[in-house]
C-alpha cells in the first residue's frame, strides 16, 4: 500500500518544511491543522504525500482568509515618530477560521474516501495531482480521473481486441473514451448498450463507423437550440437567455439558480453536484449572497461542433472584473484570458445594473464584518459620497477608535484609484471630507500624513498649471 511505504530522504525534507511552516504561523494555525487533520483520520485517509499536500493547500487557504479578516495589531506612528499599537482583545483567527476549514473539508471529503478506496486508478497521477492549487482542483482531478477510469472500462467491456480500430491512435481513443463516459452519465444499461451496439459489431470496419453508432444511443440527433429554449420553458428553469442564434449556431444561457444548473449543465461540472457548489461560483466571495455582487454563470453550446466533442460545451464564470473560471464539456479549463478573447461580447456590465444608493443599502443590510462592507462600498459603488457617509453609519454602529488604520487604509485606496486623476476642484472635496471627519477624532495624526499628502499633491497640480 502506497501509504505504508518509506519515506524517502527528500519526502523527510518536505515534512520537516511543512512542519516549520506550521509552526511559525502560531498557535492558532497549529490548532486548525491538527482539525483538520483529525478530520482525515477518520475517514482513515493515512496516503502520506497526499496528506501532506493537502496541508500546504490548507495553509494556502487559510493564508488567503487572514487577509479577510481583521489584524490582530497594526502599527503606527504618531506625530514625533513613536510607534503604538492598535489592538484587538480576545482575538483568534482559531474560532474565525475552524468553521471555514471544515467547510473546506466537507468539499473534498466524498472525493478523499473515493480515492482510497480506489488507489489504483490514480497510481500514475500523482503528478498530476500534486501540482492542484486548490481544494476544489484537487478534488476536481479526482472526479475526471476516476470517470475516465469508468468510461474506458465500459468501452473496453464491449470493444474487444477483435474489433479494436483503436491502435496508435490516442486521440480518437480518447474521444470514444470521452463518449463512454457521457453513457455512463445518461445511465445507459449495459442490456441497452449491448442490444444497440453489439450485434452491429461485425458490420463495422473503421473507427467512425463504430464512433457515429454509439453516438446515435444518446440520441444526440435530437438536440438543437430550440430543444433546449423548450426544455427551460416547460421546465420552468431559472435561466435568462443571453444569445440565440440559429446562423451562427450558437446558444448562451444565464443560470441563476442551483436547480437551473442541475438541468442544463454538463455532468462533469462541480456546480450540478450540490447547490453549495454551485453557490461556490456564483456568490459574492463564495460566501456572501449580495445579488447586486454575485457572480454571473454562463453555459455555451456551439452548435457548429459535434455535440460529442468536449468543445461544443462551455460553462462560464464572470464577476466585475472579468472571467473567472471557464471549463469545456469534459472540465478541461479555457483559459479565461482566451475565453475573453473569444468571446468579448459576454463581458460587459448589463448584468449588474443596479445604482449606487440601492448597492449601498444591500450591503449595508447585509450580514458582513465591518471591513467587508467598506471593501464592498469603496470598490463597487461609484458615487464618492457614500463613502463618506458610510463613516456615519458604522461610526454609530461600532467604536471607530480601534479601527483607525481600517480607515486610513481605505481612505488612501480612494485617493489612489479615484482622486489622482481628478480636478483639483474634486481633490478640495475631498480633502475637506477628511478634515470633517477626522479633525475632531483622536486619532487624527493618524490622518494628518495622508491629508498633507493630498495638501502637497493639490499645490503640486496647482503650480503644475502656471
Not at 497510481?123 to 479526482?142: G, N
Not at 479555457?334 to 444608493?357: G, T
Not at 483607525?404 to 488612501?412: D, H
Request: glycine share 2%.
Amino acid at each position: 500500500m502506497a501509504n505504508n511505504q518509506d519515506r524517502t530522504v527528500e519526502e523527510e525534507i518536505l515534512d520537516s518544511e511543512l512542519n516549520e511552516r506550521i509552526k511559525n504561523k502560531g498557535s492558532d494555525i497549529i490548532k486548525l491543522v491538527g482539525f483538520f487533520n483529525q478530520d482525515l483520520q477518520k475517514i482513515k485517509f493515512n496516503y502520506h504525500i497526499y496528506v501532506r499536500h493537502l496541508k500546504n493547500l490548507l495553509l494556502n487557504f487559510i493564508e488567503d482568509n487572514i487577509k479577510k479578516v481583521d489584524s490582530e495589531e497594526c502599527v503606527f506612528k504618531d506625530a514625533n515618530g513613536n510607534a503604538f499599537e492598535l489592538e484587538f482583545e480576545d482575538f483568534s483567527y482559531y474560532e474565525d477560521l475552524e468553521d471555514d476549514v471544515f467547510q473546506e473539508f466537507l468539499k473534498i471529503k466524498k472525493d478523499l474516501i473515493l480515492f482510497k478506496n480506489n488507489y489504483h486508478i490514480f497510481r500514475d497521477k500523482k503528478d498530476i495531482l500534486l501540482k492542484t492549487k486548490t481544494f476544489e482542483e484537487f478534488s476536481d482531478k479526482i472526479h475526471f480521473f476516476n470517470k475516465r477510469h469508468l468510461g474506458e472500462k465500459r468501452m473496453k467491456g464491449i470493444l474487444s481486441s477483435k474489433y479494436n480500430f483503436l491502435k496508435g491512435n490516442s486521440e480518437e481513443t480518447e474521444k470514444l473514451i470521452s463518449l463512454f463516459c457521457l453513457i455512463n452519465d445518461a445511465k445507459i444499461s449495459e442490456k441497452e448498450l449491448v442490444e444497440y451496439v453489439g450485434d452491429k459489431l461485425k458490420s463495422m470496419k473503421d473507427f467512425n463507423m463504430f464512433y457515429s453508432r454509439v453516438r446515435g444511443l444518446l440520441g444526440y440527433h435530437d438536440l438543437t437550440i430550440e430543444e433546449i429554449l423548450k426544455k427551460i420553458e416547460y421546465k420552468g428553469l431559472n435561466a435568462e437567455v443571453i444569445k440565440s442564434d440559429e446562423v451562427d449556431k450558437k446558444l448562451i444561457v444565464r443560470i441563476l439558480d442551483y436547480n437551473a444548473s442541475k438541468k442544463l449543465s454538463s455532468k462533469s461540472w462541480c456546480i450540478q453536484y450540490s447547490e453549495e457548489l454551485f453557490n461556490n461560483y456564483v456568490l459574492y466571495e463564495k460566501k456572501y449572497d449580495i445579488a447586486e455582487l454575485n457572480n454571473v454563470q454562463l453555459i455555451l453550446w456551439d452548435f457548429n461542433l459535434e455535440q460529442s466533442d468536449p468543445n461544443f460545451m462551455i460553462g462560464i464564470t464572470i464577476d466585475r472584473e472579468g472571467v473567472t473560471q471557464a471549463n469545456y464539456k469534459n472540465n478541461r479549463n479555457y483559459v479565461a484570458e482566451q475565453v475573453m478573447k473569444d468571446y468579448p461580447e459576454l463581458i460587459h456590465n448589463r448584468y449588474w445594473d443596479v445604482n449606487d444608493e440601492d448597492l449601498v443599502k444591500s450591503i449595508e443590510s447585509a450580514e458582513l464584518k465591518r471591513l467587508v462592507k467598506l471593501k464592498l462600498i469603496t470598490e463597487y459603488v461609484k458615487d464618492d459620497k457614500y463613502i463618506y457617509q458610510t463613516y456615519d453609519y458604522l461610526n454609530n454602529k461600532i467604536d471607530l477608535s480601534k479601527d483607525a488604520y481600517i480607515w486610513v487604509k481605505e481612505y488612501e485606496s480612494i485617493w489612489a484609484k479615484r482622486m489622482v486623476n481628478k480636478s483639483v476642484e474634486s481633490k478640495r472635496e475631498y480633502l475637506s471630507k477628511m478634515e470633517y471627519y477626522f479633525s475632531k477624532n483622536k486619532y487624527y495624526y493618524v490622518f494628518d500624513e495622508l491629508i498633507k499628502e493630498v495638501s502637497q499633491n493639490i499645490l503640486s497640480q496647482n503650480i503644475n498649471k502656471f
